[in-house]
């Protein structure tokens, strides 16, 4: 282990002494996440010095058993016991996802043993997730506490979306994530096969396809199928996209004949939206997607089949003579008479699709956009929009799905994706319109994402939309209590083999090369990206070929070091008026922060060899300086809490003055404290 400078070890020490017994005691006793519905804690345990011999009751499902056995290899390593206690596994019938069957289960750990009973084994599966949970470590020992829980879903559909086309992710990539998934109970992988960027499935019948909108990676069919055998091991669904008809230049460029107008379009090396869509008005193009949905059908088992539809606006069709007579000959035009309306063509575009899907007994799944009054009901919309979108949908008689709110791409907090919800308590859908809401899909959208940063912007926050959408509505309210546990299930995903804290470590290491790392990290540790889309628009342009390999790609999206400064900020802005003698709280709260502000000042001259060494890292020297700018204004304000003198006027102006610089961002990046800093200082 590295071993921590004074001032680091200073802080953390006294932040663990703030939130030590006391808090602990005013937690829940458990750092599940999902948290089950029903929980009955006992006060003995289950020692797992001995390890645990596993009973399953026999049946048709073979992935029970693996997947216990994988279980146990987590909680107690590679040794077997004849003798131990009994990890018994009872269920009535194997599950099939597709068919939304029951996740419930029940699990009791006592001093004598394990047991779990469920009606399916994807029930089997959710409660070895649970357990894997339980484990605790105290002085070298591992052990379950004793425990009766009871636990359902409160949504069938928790989904994932990954993005494979803008950035292409290798097999092992996605099977990493599967088993991130399933460690949280997230159950439908939606995989996005195709946009502008890429086409990354073979197609034997349209081989060009993968051939143009491949050249940089794509899945051969042989691992499509091992992909959707790992999931289905894990109780988890594959959705397959093809997105059309915009988000499909990849396809236009390997097929010209689809494209609505004359144009020769290469692959799409941008990730601004194109506005290119296929021909919704030839023949040939649904020759050309009915050889390929008879293809892609059959590979992909999953009912469900998601066509795209989104970021259309029309505008290739609207200046195509041939195509705007197309539809004025049809009656596909608005209230006027004249405007031709674009989204009545993309309905009829739809309905084609439908009835290939339905042909081949798929359901067909679509973005928001495609919703309208002419749209078949069976048609499940996925709202990205609004949450408006899915009371719409709904209310039209269509499943739906929830994602906005959930896009983790964004760089927005655990926080602000915890607390969306598909059915709020104050929701206005009747009992039978609730019904029809699915659930709801988390997205990583990969524009900023390629395969060794990936983990790092799904986890440990996607554990957050998980647990909101399979926990009781009621128990999932308390943001500090999320964020206590999410902590502890971000230690736990690195178990299970994601590589969301190793990968950030590995690209700062890189950076740093022979030069100790450790002020990189420091100052990494406490910047985020900046929000949003707005990466897009800060003096860079991004391609597909990008490297992703600076500072801003290794930085968390959401700060936990800020984070707990800001709690920090808040106890002490709390007890400032506090006059002596000073409660002892305080003054350990005073003095972690003082110690993290230390840190902080004294890191900028730090980093500048690095800086003068490594010319990639220069743009980042600007937020090293204000980071130490705004220590340095912090320490002023906590000597002026412990004298209890009130901030001058002039003092005042001038911390607004720093503050507002270094909210600046450099390098598409931008310092996380700077709302807690204000907030200390007294600034709104």
């Known amino acids: 282990m590295r071993s921590l400078t004074p001032a680091v070890g200073l802080f953390w020490g006294l932040l663990l002494a703030l939130w030590g017994p006391g808090y602990a005691l005013a937690q829940t006793p458990h750092n599940l996440m999902p948290v089950p519905a029903e929980m009955r804690w006992g006060k003995g345990r289950l020692s797992l010095k001995t390890p645990l011999k596993l009973q399953v009751d026999k049946t048709a499902d073979s992935a029970v058993e693996a997947a216990a056995r994988r279980s146990l290899l987590r909680l107690q390593g590679p040794g077997q016991s004849a003798t131990g206690p009994l990890l018994q596994i009872r269920y009535g019938r194997v599950g099939v996802p597709e068919k939304f069957e029951e996740e419930r289960y029940s699990l009791r750990v006592t001093p004598m043993g394990v047991t779990i009973d469920a009606p399916t084994s994807l029930g089997v599966l959710r409660a070895l997730a649970t357990l894997e ?80 909108g491949g050249a940089d990676g794509y899945y051969t069919q042989e691992e499509v199928r091992d992909v959707l055998a790992y999931a289905a091991a894990r109780g988890i669904r594959v959705l397959p996209e093809f997105d059309v008809p915009s988000h499909a230049t990849s396809w236009i460029a390997a097929y010209p004949r689809l494209a609505s107008n004359d144009s020769i379009y290469g692959v799409y090396r941008s990730f601004r939206t194109s506005n290119i869509a296929i021909d919704p008005t030839r023949e040939t193009t649904y020759t050309l997607l009915d050889s390929l949905l008879t293809e892609m059908t059959a590979l992909f088992p999953d009912p469900y089949f998601h066509i795209g539809g989104d970021e259309n606006d029309g505008r290739q069709w609207r200046r195509s003579p041939r195509i705007s007579a197309f539809m004025r000959e049809r009656g596909m035009v608005k209230a006027d008479g004249k405007t031709v309306d674009k989204h009545k063509l993309q309905t009829y575009f739809n309905r084609r699709v439908l009835a290939m899907l339905q042909k081949r007994n798929k359901i067909m799944v679509g973005w928001d956009e495609i919703l309208g009054p002419d749209l078949p009901k069976e048609i499940i919309i996925q709202s990205w929009r609004g949450k408006k979108w899915l009371d719409d949908a709904v209310k039209q008689g269509h499943p739906a799905l929830l994602s906005d709110g959930y896009y983790l791409d964004l760089n927005y907090t655990a926080a602000s994706h915890y607390l969306p919800d598909p059915l709020p308590a104050n929701t206005t859908l009747t009992p039978a319109q609730q019904k029809l809401v699915l659930g709801g899909e988390v997205a990583m959208w990969a524009e900023f994402a390629d395969s060794v940063i990936l983990d790092s912007r799904i986890w440990p926050r996607a554990a957050a939309v998980a647990e909101r959408l399979w926990s009781p509505q009621a128990t999932t309210q308390d943001v500090a209590d999320m964020y206590r546990r999410l902590g502890a299930i971000s230690t736990f995903l690195e178990t299970v083999g994601l590589r969301h804290r190793r990968a950030p470590e590995l690209l700062l290491a890189q950076m740093a090369g022979t030069s100790n790392v450790a002020p990189l990290r420091t100052l990494a540790a406490v910047i985020e990206p900046v929000k949003e889309y707005k990466r897009h628009f800060q003096g860079m342009v991004y391609t597909p070929q990008t490297p992703l390999n600076r500072l801003v790609d290794a930085a968390p999206a959401e700060s936990v070091v800020a984070r707990r400064f800001a709690v920090l900020v808040d106890s002490v802005v709390g007890t400032g008026a506090v006059k002596p003698p000073r409660p002892a709280v305080s003054l350990r709260q005073l003095a972690a922060l003082r110690a993290q502000l230390l840190q902080w000042q004294a890191n900028d001259q730090r980093l500048q060899l690095l800086l003068v060494l490594n010319p990639a890292l220069r743009e980042y020297g600007p937020l090293s300086t204000q980071l130490a700018s705004v220590a340095t204004l912090l320490l002023e304000r906590l000597n002026q809490l412990q004298s209890h003198q009130a901030p001058s006027a002039a003092w005042l102006a001038a911390a607004r003055t720093t503050l507002t610089a270094a909210q600046a961002p450099a390098g598409q990046a931008e310092l996380a404290i700077i709302p807690a800093a204000r907030k200390l200082v007294g600034l709104p």
């Open 133 to 212: 949970q339980l484990a605790y470590t105290e002085k070298r020992q591992r052990y379950l506490p004793e425990v009766d829980i009871q636990d359902q879903p409160r949504f069938a559909w928790r989904g994932l979306l990954i993005d494979v086309a803008r950035h292409f992710m290798p097999v092992p990539v996605i099977k990493r994530n599967i088993d991130g998934m399933a460690a949280v109970k997230l159950n439908v992988l939606h995989w996005h096969l195709t946009d502008d960027q890429g086409f990354r499935v073979e197609s034997k019948v349209l081989p060009r396809l993968h051939q143009v």
